[in-house]
């Protein structure tokens, strides 16, 4: 078996084991790029107020009013506020389920509810069971395959290793021998008598040469989710060949000051003066008594947020983290996201990645169609051979047992016919 060959098996069969997997992640990839864009549209009820005739109501005002609209047996954890004066704030609260047995996603988690809020009316606008919202449910099929999540993410990190060398072997496939050769493999060249074969041919060939990169990169970003030891490595790369511990100061809130109450209205007037250009400040309620505030104040993008640590009591800042402060490693690690979904280069790096995970998709089903056409093939021209054998063309009258002369001059001898009178 040649070199070729050998890559080509390979190539077949770690592309038709990981395959199923590929083609799931690569139509949900497809749908999470742009999940914002879909959100604003199909979620505009709930996620824009009606009016903003007056002024915002206090945000501990909009607390209460959750915690009186929402059931007793949720605790509300987080809430997200805009500063796009048209968006309503949302809270985020918990709710643990009964039955937790399972190896499914939805076994091994609390559930999660979203609750929008009008900030100029404090009415409920939605309530929604974040766990069943169908962009969570494309996000856990993306990266558990709705299983559990240990379960989940180790399959498909298998699949995307395999992936990423099936993108490796496909290109020493596709590598031409010559310039004439590259030309039949860098650009369609369809005519009306072109069959689907070669179209299909042509789909797995070419598209998944131009898409390889890009291909690679989504892969290869998605691994640091579903391995640690690799996004370790990554981060050892980022470092320079160093491990480098973060440490991370603990702060605390000062409960001597126990009486005072929600100074969250004072926290985010800091933050908007800060940072006035944020898109949305993120906060976390803090569980204990010497817990803070937590909160992530996001730009347009996700990995040069800025984490705030307030005092619960007082609203004093307490401490501050910038995406300057990290290191090499923490800083790609925090880009990740957005060099995954595209979205480190804006709307082009979205419909880059879009394409991508389409082509991505498609590799595996183009694959399998090659691999079933030429199949059949062989199996149609075994078939055709055997019917050949067993089919010899006979001379009638000649007796099959009858050795026919081989030299001219026997020709003339009488072959023994069967005679029709015994």
Request: glycine share 6%.
């Amino acid at each position: 078996m040649t070199v070729k060959k050998l890559i080509g098996k390979i190539h077949l069969w770690l592309g038709l084991a990981s395959g199923l997997v590929v083609f799931i992640l690569g139509i949900t990839g497809c749908v999470w790029v742009f999940e914002e864009e879909i959100k604003s549209v199909v979620y505009k009820d709930r996620m824009f107020s009606d009016q903003q005739t007056s002024a915002q109501l206090p945000l501990a005002q909009l607390y209460e009013n959750a915690r009186n609209s929402l059931p007793t047996d949720m605790s509300i954890d987080r809430v997200m506020v805009y500063n796009n004066p048209k968006r309503t704030v949302m809270f985020r609260g918990s709710q643990p389920q009964e039955n937790n047995e399972g190896i499914w996603y939805w076994n091994n988690r609390d559930f999660v509810f979203d609750a929008y809020f009008d900030p100029y009316t404090g009415k409920l606008k939605k309530l929604e069971n974040r766990t069943f919202e169908f962009f969570m449910v494309v996000a856990a099929l993306h990266m558990t395959l709705l299983l559990d999540y240990e379960i989940g993410t180790t399959i498909v990190g298998i699949s995307v290793l395999i992936f990423v060398i099936t993108l490796i072997t496909g290109l020493m496939l596709w590598w031409p021998k010559n310039k004439s050769a590259a030309k039949q493999r860098v650009w369609f060249r369809w005519k009306p008598t072109t069959k689907w074969k070669r179209k299909n041919y042509d789909l797995h060939n070419i598209a998944g040469f131009y898409m390889m990169f890009f291909a690679l990169i989504l892969a290869l970003t998605g691994l640091m989710w579903s391995f640690q030891w690799f996004s370790d490595g990554m981060k050892w790369i980022a470092n320079g060949g160093k491990t480098i511990e973060v440490k991370q100061e603990k702060v605390a809130s000062d409960t001597a000051y126990t009486s005072a109450q929600y100074p969250i209205d004072k926290v985010l007037r800091t933050l908007r003066q800060d940072f006035s250009e944020a898109d949305m400040y993120f906060f976390v309620f803090p569980k204990k008594p010497s817990d803070p505030y937590t909160v992530f104040t996001f730009f347009e993008h996700n990995y040069d947020h800025i984490y705030s640590y307030f005092d619960q009591y007082t609203g004093k800042q307490l401490n501050q983290i910038k995406f300057t402060d990290r290191d090499n490693g923490d800083k790609l690690k925090k880009m990740n996201f957005d060099i995954h979904t595209g979205k480190i280069l804006g709307l082009p790096g979205k419909i880059l990645a879009f394409f991508a995970s389409l082509v991505s998709a498609s590799l595996p089903v183009t694959g399998f169609l090659i691999w079933w056409s030429r199949r059949n093939k062989k199996r149609i021209m075994s078939t055709a051979d055997a019917a050949r054998k067993r089919k010899r063309p006979v001379k009638a009258g000649v007796h099959l047992n009858v050795k026919q002369p081989s030299h001219p001059k026997a020709a003339h001898v009488r072959p023994c016919i069967p005679s029709s009178s015994k």
